[in-house]
């Protein structure tokens, strides 16, 4: 079956950097836009990033653009987030998730998700 599963969350201090993993089974990895969404806690579920099926196009939040870089390997069937520059801000559980559609930026358009890894910026 269709499996998404994050890893390399942690507890790390404010200026720190942490790359978080999605890695994939069950279904053509490259034929699917992966993006990465958050959820901090009492807050819905926001968009981060995204990347294109061959990884030539990336996208991302206003929030984490020029500190968070994603990418993916399509022969190893992972993407990942590269996150810089953390701030407090920015602890949240990170969730990756695969869509065909390209309104990448939407939750309702993703079909597979992850179960999250949780991120936690101290100051």
């Known amino acids: 079956q269709v499996q998404l599963v994050e890893s390399g969350g942690g507890l790390v201090q404010a200026g720190d950097s942490l790359r978080l993993s999605c890695a994939a089974s069950g279904y053509t990895f490259s034929n699917y836009i992966i993006g990465w969404f958050r959820q901090a806690p009492g807050k819905e579920r926001e968009f981060v990033a995204a990347?294109?099926?061959?990884?030539?196009?990336?996208y991302y939040a206003d929030s984490v653009k020029g500190r968070f870089t994603i990418s993916r390997d399509n022969a190893k069937n992972t993407a990942y987030l590269q996150m810089n520059s953390l701030k407090p801000e920015d602890s949240a559980d990170y969730y990756c998730a695969a869509t065909r559609s390209g309104s990448y930026r939407y939750r309702a358009a993703y079909d597979y998700w992850g179960q999250g890894t949780q991120v936690t910026v101290s100051s």
């Open positions: 990347i294109t099926r061959g990884g030539g196009s990336t």
